[in-house]
C-alpha cells in the first residue's frame, strides 16, 4: 500500500543531465521541485576523488558507477522468432545510475548534429528520391529544426564550457573548425584541447588524403571556466580515466560541476535518492499525470503528487515507465501501429586499428575521452549517397583516451591471446599503435523495437524492457564504408599493420560498442506517428514532457548528448514559456 | 523486498534520514539546501590484506597460480602471472561480489539462448571455478601419475591449457571455453589492475607496458610528442615500484 505525500509542483525522475537542467530552470522560473532518482548522491570529493578514481578494474571492469542489472535490465533479441533473453551482466552499452546519471562517466564528446540530421526523412527524400530508402525503414524529420535549436545547443555548450573551433560562425565558414557544421552564433567557450601525438599525426594524414580535420569539441576543459550559473570547471590534466569513471579533477563537465552546486542550494529544490519511480499515476480518464509512485530502499511505495511530471531517466528507462504507466500506445511491429517503442536506433561502431614502427611512441595514458581530431566528410548528407548505396554517415576520429591496461593494449591480427608470445608483443606494441574510429548512423526500422518482456520481471515483480534489434543491410554497408576510409586514414599515418573493426554477424550485446541507445519516445509532428509533439510534450497526457535521446527518431553519426541537453534547454522554455500561462496541449493534436 | 541498490555507505546514512524526517519518506535519502558533503567521508575500494586464502583452497591456488604463470609466462621481459600475484587477486574477488554475482541480474528463467545474448550462466564464477578447478584436478591425477596441475612440466601444462583453450581437452565435468575465457580475463585483470586488489605485484604488468599508474597529471608531456615518459608508477595506495625500467 502507498502512502500520499504533500503535492509538489515538478516530479522530475532522474537527476542526470536533463532532470539537473529541467529541475534548476524550473526552480529558477519559480517552481518547487523534487527530483527522485534511483541510484545513490555522488559527489566529486567522496565519490571519485583523483586518490581513488583512476582504478581500472573497479569502474571500468566491475561496472561500479553503472546501474546494476541486480536493480534493472532488460532483455534483448535479435529479431522477433527469437526468445528475449536477460542482460545479466552489462557489455554492449553502459547505463548510468546514481545522481548525475551517464553525465558522470561519460566521455564528453559533445556535438550539435547537423541540420540534415532533424530532417534526415524529407531530405533523404528530396536529394535521392523514396525508393533510395532503406526497406521497412521508418524514417521521419524530427518535428523540431536545427535552426529552432540552435540556441539551446549554445546555452548547453556554454553551461559545459565546451572547448572546441567553430566551423561556421552565422554562415561564414572558419578556418579549424567543421566545416559540415551547422551555422553557430558564437565561438565555443573555450579554446580546442591541446592535441597528443596520434591525434596530430592523424591530422596530417586526413589532410593529404583532402580532408578538413577539426579537434572534437569536448567536454574535458582547455582550460578553467566559469559557467553561466556561477559552477567552475578546471583545465583537464589528460589522466586517461574518462569514460567509465568520475573526474576527479572537475575538468569534466558534468551535472556534479555544472549544475548542481547551484541547483542544490535553491529553496525551491528538493532530491530523493534511492528511490525507484514505479510509474506514472493517471487521472481516471487518462489524460492528466497526478504524480509518481515509487518504491525506497525498504520497500515501502509512496505517491508524490505534483502538477507536471517530467521523465529524465536514460533513454531505455524512460520507454519501460511509459510502458508501465500504460502512456502512449505501445508500439505494434505486426502492424505498424502505435508509438511507444518504435524507432529504437544504435549506433555502427567500428574502426580500424594500426600498428607502427620504432619511430612513433603514443603514450596512450596520456589521453582524455575527448582529446583527438575528427573528419566529417562522409558523415550525414556531407557527400554524395548515390554511389554509396546507403542512407547516413559516420564521423571519423583519432582520440586516444587512454592506455588504460586491462582493456587497451592491442597487438597485431596473428597474435597469440597468451603465453610468450603474447607477452613480446604486448610489450612491443603498447605504445606504438593508434586507431582511428567511427560513429555512424543507425536508421529507424519497422523490426528494431522496444516492448516490455513477457517473461522476466526486476526485484519490484514489474516487467523488464524487451529490446529486439539487429543492423540491417544498410548499417552493414555504411560499416563497411567508413572502415574503409578509416583504414585509408590509418595507412596515411604510417601504419605497417592494420586491423579492421567492422560489423560482422548478427548484433551482439556482449562486447562493448556505445551507450547511445535512441528512440523508443520519439518526437515529431502527429500523435499517430510519435510520443510527444514538438516541445518534447506527451501528446496523451499534456503534464508529461520527456527528456533525452527517447526523442530521436534516429541516431547519427555522433555523440547524442550535445542534443540531449539541447532539448532539455528547449523543453524547459516551452514549459515556462508557453505551459505555464496557459497549461494544456502546446501543439493542437 | 528489493535488494538495497547500493549496499554502501550510502544506505547507513539513509538510516539517518528515517530518524530525522519523520514526516518525509521513511528510507531513501533527501537532500536540499546544501551538498552533503562532509570531511573525510570516502567511498574506498576494498583492499586486498595479505595473507591467507579466502576463498580458493590451497591446492586450487597452487592450480591457479600455475596457470597464470603459464598464460603469462616468467621471462627476460618480467615476472610471470603468478609470481605476481595472479592467484591472490583472484581468491580475493571470488570471495566478494564478483565471486557471487552480487551485482548481476541472476533471475530465472536461465536458458542457453545465442552467443549475442551474453552470458546466461547459473552458476557465479565462484561455483564456476570449484567445479572447474575439480574436474582438471581429477584428470591431472587421472592421467599423469597422480600429479596436480601444479605438479606438471610446463610443457604438458601448455598443452593442456591449449586443449581446453580450443575446446577439446575432453575433461569431464569441464566446460572448456567458458571456463578458459573466464580464466583468461580474469588473470589479466589481476596481472594489470592496481596492485590493491593483491595481483600486479611491485607493479610487474604496469612495468612491462610503460603504463605509469595512477599519476592523473600529463600535461608537461604535451610539448614533447613522441617522447618516452620516464618517471617510475606510482599505484592507488601511493608506493612507487622497488625498480623502474622505462618501456623503450
Same mark, same amino acid.
Given at each position: 500500500?502507498?502512502?500520499?505525500?504533500?503535492?509538489?509542483?515538478?516530479?522530475?525522475?532522474?537527476?542526470?543531465?536533463?532532470?539537473?537542467?529541467?529541475?534548476?530552470?524550473?526552480?529558477?522560473?519559480?517552481?518547487?521541485?523534487?527530483?527522485?532518482?534511483?541510484?545513490?548522491?555522488?559527489?566529486?570529493?567522496?565519490?571519485?576523488?583523483?586518490?581513488?578514481?583512476?582504478?581500472?578494474?573497479?569502474?571500468?571492469?566491475?561496472?561500479?558507477?553503472?546501474?546494476?542489472?541486480?536493480?534493472?535490465?532488460?532483455?534483448?533479441?535479435?529479431?522477433?522468432? =527469437?526468445?528475449?533473453?536477460?542482460?545479466?551482466?552489462?557489455? $554492449? #552499452?553502459?547505463?548510468?545510475?546514481?545522481?548525475?546519471?551517464? /553525465?558522470?562517466?561519460?566521455? /564528453?564528446?559533445?556535438?550539435?548534429?547537423?541540420?540534415?540530421?532533424?530532417?534526415?526523412?524529407?531530405?533523404?527524400?528530396?536529394?535521392?528520391? @523514396?525508393? #533510395?530508402?532503406?526497406?521497412?525503414?521508418?524514417?521521419?524529420?524530427?518535428?523540431?529544426?536545427?535552426?529552432?535549436?540552435?540556441?539551446?545547443?549554445?546555452?548547453?555548450?556554454?553551461?559545459?564550457?565546451?572547448?572546441?573551433?567553430?566551423?561556421?560562425?552565422? !554562415?561564414?565558414?572558419?578556418?579549424?573548425?567543421? &566545416?559540415?557544421?551547422?551555422?553557430?552564433?558564437?565561438?565555443?567557450?573555450?579554446?580546442?584541447?591541446?592535441?597528443?601525438?596520434?591525434?596530430?599525426?592523424?591530422?596530417?594524414?586526413?589532410?593529404?588524403?583532402?580532408?578538413?580535420?577539426?579537434?572534437? &569539441?569536448?567536454?574535458?576543459?582547455?582550460?578553467?571556466?566559469?559557467?553561466?550559473?556561477?559552477?567552475?570547471?578546471?583545465?583537464?590534466?589528460?589522466?586517461?580515466?574518462?569514460?567509465?569513471?568520475?573526474?576527479?579533477?572537475?575538468?569534466?563537465?558534468?551535472?556534479?560541476?555544472?549544475?548542481?552546486?547551484?541547483?542544490?542550494?535553491?529553496?525551491?529544490?528538493?532530491?530523493?535518492?534511492?528511490? =525507484?519511480?514505479?510509474?506514472?499515476?493517471?487521472?481516471?480518464?487518462?489524460?492528466?499525470?497526478?504524480?509518481?509512485?515509487?518504491?525506497?530502499?525498504?520497500?515501502? @511505495?509512496?505517491?508524490?503528487?505534483?502538477?507536471?511530471?517530467?521523465?529524465?531517466?536514460?533513454?531505455? #528507462?524512460?520507454?519501460?515507465?511509459?510502458?508501465?504507466?500504460?502512456?502512449?500506445?505501445?508500439?505494434?511491429?505486426?502492424?505498424?501501429?502505435?508509438?511507444? /517503442?518504435?524507432?529504437?536506433?544504435? =549506433?555502427?561502431?567500428? /574502426?580500424?586499428?594500426?600498428?607502427?614502427?620504432?619511430?612513433?611512441?603514443?603514450?596512450?595514458?596520456?589521453?582524455?575521452?575527448?582529446?583527438?581530431?575528427? @573528419?566529417?566528410?562522409?558523415?550525414?548528407?556531407?557527400?554524395?549517397?548515390?554511389?554509396?548505396?546507403?542512407?547516413?554517415?559516420?564521423?571519423?576520429?583519432?582520440?586516444?583516451?587512454?592506455?588504460?591496461?586491462?582493456?587497451?593494449?592491442?597487438?597485431?591480427?596473428?597474435?597469440?591471446?597468451?603465453?610468450?608470445?603474447?607477452?613480446?608483443?604486448?610489450?612491443?606494441?603498447?605504445?606504438?599503435?593508434?586507431?582511428?574510429?567511427?560513429?555512424?548512423?543507425?536508421?529507424?526500422?519497422?523490426?528494431?523495437?522496444?516492448?516490455?518482456?513477457?517473461?522476466?520481471?526486476?526485484?519490484?515483480?514489474?516487467?523488464?524492457?524487451?529490446?529486439?534489434?539487429?543492423?540491417?543491410?544498410?548499417?552493414?554497408?555504411? $560499416?563497411?564504408?567508413?572502415?574503409?576510409?578509416?583504414?585509408?586514414?590509418?595507412?596515411?599515418?604510417?601504419?605497417?599493420?592494420?586491423?579492421?573493426?567492422? +560489423?560482422?554477424?548478427?548484433?551482439?550485446?556482449?562486447?562493448?560498442?556505445?551507450?547511445?541507445?535512441?528512440?523508443?519516445? +520519439?518526437?515529431?509532428?502527429?500523435?499517430?506517428?510519435?510520443?510527444?509533439?514538438?516541445?518534447? =510534450?506527451?501528446?496523451?497526457?499534456?503534464?508529461?514532457?520527456?527528456?533525452?535521446?527517447?526523442?530521436?527518431?534516429?541516431?547519427?553519426?555522433?555523440?547524442?548528448?550535445?542534443?540531449?541537453?539541447?532539448?532539455?534547454?528547449?523543453?524547459?522554455?516551452? +514549459?515556462?514559456?508557453?505551459?505555464?500561462?496557459?497549461? !494544456?496541449?502546446?501543439?493542437?493534436? | 523486498?528489493?535488494?538495497?541498490?547500493?549496499?554502501?555507505?550510502?544506505?547507513?546514512?539513509?538510516?539517518?534520514?528515517?530518524?530525522?524526517?519523520?514526516?518525509?519518506?521513511?528510507?531513501?535519502?533527501?537532500?536540499?539546501?546544501?551538498?552533503?558533503?562532509?570531511?573525510?567521508?570516502?567511498?574506498?575500494?576494498?583492499?586486498?590484506?595479505?595473507?591467507?586464502?579466502?576463498?580458493?583452497?590451497?591446492?586450487?591456488?597452487?592450480?591457479?597460480?600455475?596457470?597464470?604463470?603459464?598464460?603469462?609466462?616468467?621471462?627476460?621481459?618480467?615476472? *610471470? *602471472?603468478?609470481?605476481? *600475484?595472479?592467484?591472490?587477486?583472484?581468491?580475493?574477488?571470488?570471495?566478494?561480489?564478483?565471486?557471487?554475482?552480487?551485482?548481476?541480474?541472476?533471475?530465472?528463467?536461465?536458458?542457453?539462448?545465442?552467443?549475442?545474448?551474453?552470458?546466461?550462466?547459473?552458476?557465479?564464477?565462484?561455483?564456476?571455478?570449484?567445479?572447474?578447478?575439480?574436474?582438471?584436478?581429477?584428470?591431472?591425477?587421472?592421467?599423469?601419475?597422480?600429479?596436480?596441475?601444479?605438479?606438471?612440466?610446463?610443457?604438458?601444462?601448455?598443452?593442456?591449457?591449449?586443449?581446453?583453450?580450443?575446446?577439446?581437452?575432453?575433461?569431464?565435468?569441464?566446460?572448456?571455453?567458458?571456463?578458459?575465457?573466464?580464466?583468461?580475463?580474469?588473470?589479466?585483470? *589481476?596481472?594489470?589492475?592496481?596492485?590493491?586488489?593483491?595481483?600486479?605485484?611491485?607493479?610487474?604488468?604496469?612495468?612491462?607496458?610503460?603504463?605509469?599508474?595512477?599519476?592523473?597529471?600529463?600535461?608537461?608531456?604535451?610539448?614533447?610528442?613522441?617522447?618516452?615518459?620516464?618517471?617510475?608508477?606510482?599505484?592507488?595506495?601511493?608506493?612507487?615500484?622497488?625498480?623502474?625500467?622505462?618501456?623503450?
Amino acid at each position: 500500500m502507498s502512502r500520499r505525500l504533500p503535492p509538489t509542483d515538478v516530479v522530475v525522475v532522474g537527476l542526470g543531465w536533463t532532470g539537473s537542467i529541467l529541475a534548476y530552470e524550473l526552480c529558477r522560473a519559480g517552481l518547487r521541485v523534487t527530483a527522485i532518482e534511483r541510484g545513490p548522491w555522488r559527489d566529486t570529493p567522496t565519490d571519485f576523488p583523483t586518490t581513488t578514481a583512476p582504478d581500472e578494474l573497479r569502474y571500468s571492469i566491475r561496472h561500479d558507477l553503472f546501474v546494476r542489472p541486480a536493480q534493472e535490465t532488460l532483455t534483448f533479441r535479435n529479431n522477433r522468432d =527469437q526468445t528475449a533473453l536477460p542482460i545479466r551482466r552489462w557489455g $554492449s #552499452f553502459l547505463p548510468g545510475n546514481g545522481v548525475g546519471g551517464a /553525465g558522470v562517466h561519460w566521455n /564528453g564528446q559533445t556535438w550539435r548534429w547537423h541540420p540534415w540530421d532533424f530532417t534526415f526523412h524529407s531530405s533523404s527524400v528530396e536529394r535521392y528520391g @523514396a525508393a #533510395f530508402l532503406p526497406h521497412d525503414h521508418m524514417m521521419q524529420d524530427w518535428g523540431v529544426t536545427y535552426e529552432e535549436l540552435e540556441e539551446s545547443f549554445d546555452r548547453f555548450e556554454y553551461l559545459c564550457g565546451i572547448s572546441g573551433k567553430a566551423g561556421n560562425l552565422k !554562415g561564414e565558414i572558419q578556418a579549424g573548425g567543421n &566545416p559540415f557544421e551547422g551555422p553557430r552564433q558564437r565561438e565555443f567557450p573555450t579554446r580546442p584541447m591541446q592535441m597528443t601525438a596520434a591525434p596530430d599525426l592523424f591530422a596530417r594524414a586526413a589532410r593529404e588524403l583532402g580532408w578538413k580535420p577539426f579537434p572534437q &569539441p569536448s567536454a574535458n576543459l582547455s582550460e578553467a571556466y566559469t559557467n553561466p550559473y556561477g559552477c567552475k570547471l578546471a583545465p583537464c590534466t589528460y589522466c586517461g580515466f574518462c569514460e567509465r569513471f568520475g573526474c576527479g579533477n572537475f575538468s569534466k563537465s558534468s551535472p556534479q560541476t555544472c549544475v548542481l552546486p547551484v541547483l542544490v542550494r535553491h529553496p525551491g529544490f528538493e532530491a530523493r535518492t534511492e528511490c =525507484q519511480v514505479t510509474k506514472v499515476n493517471l487521472s481516471a480518464d487518462g489524460r492528466r499525470a497526478t504524480g509518481v509512485t515509487y518504491v525506497d530502499t525498504a520497500g515501502q @511505495a509512496w505517491e508524490q503528487p505534483a502538477a507536471l511530471v517530467l521523465l529524465c531517466a536514460y533513454q531505455l #528507462f524512460n520507454v519501460r515507465l511509459l510502458l508501465l504507466s500504460g502512456i502512449g500506445k505501445p508500439y505494434d511491429p505486426a502492424t505498424g501501429e502505435g508509438v511507444v /517503442g518504435r524507432n529504437y536506433a544504435y =549506433q555502427v561502431t567500428g /574502426g580500424a586499428t594500426g600498428f607502427f614502427g620504432e619511430d612513433r611512441l603514443f603514450n596512450p595514458f596520456i589521453g582524455a575521452g575527448s582529446v583527438g581530431m575528427v @573528419a566529417d566528410e562522409f558523415n550525414a548528407d556531407n557527400f554524395d549517397h548515390g554511389p554509396a548505396g546507403f542512407v547516413g554517415g559516420a564521423s571519423l576520429a583519432c582520440i586516444l583516451s587512454n592506455g588504460r591496461p586491462i582493456t587497451t593494449r592491442p597487438v597485431p591480427p596473428g597474435t597469440p591471446r597468451w603465453g610468450g608470445a603474447w607477452k613480446r608483443a604486448t610489450r612491443e606494441n603498447y605504445n606504438r599503435w593508434a586507431a582511428v574510429g567511427l560513429q555512424g548512423s543507425v536508421m529507424p526500422y519497422r523490426g528494431n523495437y522496444l516492448d516490455l518482456d513477457p517473461t522476466y520481471k526486476d526485484a519490484y515483480g514489474l516487467p523488464l524492457l524487451r529490446m529486439t534489434f539487429d543492423f540491417p543491410e544498410n548499417e552493414r554497408k555504411l $560499416s563497411r564504408f567508413a572502415v574503409d576510409r578509416c583504414v585509408e586514414a590509418v595507412q596515411a599515418m604510417g601504419a605497417h599493420t592494420v586491423r579492421r573493426n567492422e +560489423i560482422s554477424g548478427p548484433y551482439d550485446i556482449v562486447p562493448y560498442q556505445s551507450t547511445h541507445n535512441t528512440g523508443g519516445a +520519439i518526437m515529431g509532428s502527429a500523435p499517430k506517428t510519435s510520443v510527444t509533439n514538438k516541445y518534447c =510534450q506527451v501528446w496523451d497526457v499534456p503534464n508529461v514532457f520527456l527528456a533525452g535521446a527517447c526523442l530521436f527518431p534516429m541516431n547519427a553519426g555522433f555523440n547524442p548528448t550535445g542534443p540531449v541537453g539541447a532539448l532539455a534547454y528547449w523543453a524547459a522554455d516551452a +514549459i515556462r514559456d508557453r505551459y505555464l500561462p496557459n497549461p !494544456g496541449p502546446l501543439v493542437p493534436a | 523486498m528489493p535488494p538495497s541498490p547500493t549496499g554502501t555507505r550510502r544506505s547507513l546514512l539513509s538510516a539517518t534520514a528515517l530518524i530525522a524526517l519523520a514526516h518525509g519518506p521513511a528510507v531513501g535519502r533527501t537532500v536540499r539546501g546544501a551538498l552533503p558533503w562532509s570531511p573525510n567521508e570516502a567511498y574506498p575500494p576494498p583492499r586486498a590484506v595479505p595473507g591467507g586464502w579466502l576463498f580458493l583452497t590451497a591446492e586450487e591456488a597452487a592450480a591457479i597460480e600455475a596457470m597464470a604463470n603459464r598464460l603469462i609466462p616468467a621471462d627476460e621481459l618480467g615476472p *610471470g *602471472g603468478g609470481e605476481a *600475484g595472479c592467484a591472490v587477486f583472484l581468491d580475493r574477488q571470488l570471495a566478494g561480489p564478483y565471486g557471487s554475482s552480487e551485482w548481476l541480474y541472476m533471475r530465472g528463467p536461465f536458458a542457453r539462448g545465442t552467443p549475442q545474448q551474453g552470458l546466461q550462466e547459473e552458476r557465479p564464477p565462484a561455483v564456476l571455478y570449484r567445479q572447474s578447478l575439480a574436474a582438471i584436478a581429477a584428470h591431472c591425477r587421472a592421467r599423469f601419475g597422480g600429479r596436480a596441475f601444479a605438479g606438471l612440466t610446463a610443457a604438458e601444462q601448455d598443452a593442456l591449457l591449449q586443449a581446453i583453450d580450443a575446446g577439446r581437452s575432453g575433461i569431464a565435468g569441464l566446460e572448456d571455453k567458458p571456463f578458459f575465457e573466464m580464466l583468461l580475463q580474469n588473470v589479466m585483470e *589481476g596481472f594489470f589492475a592496481d596492485p590493491i586488489y593483491g595481483g600486479n605485484q611491485d607493479m610487474a604488468g604496469w612495468k612491462l607496458l610503460g603504463f605509469p599508474g595512477t599519476r592523473y597529471d600529463y600535461r608537461e608531456m604535451l610539448d614533447r610528442p613522441h617522447q618516452p615518459y620516464r618517471d617510475p608508477p606510482v599505484p592507488l595506495s601511493g608506493l612507487r615500484a622497488a625498480s623502474w625500467q622505462v618501456a623503450r
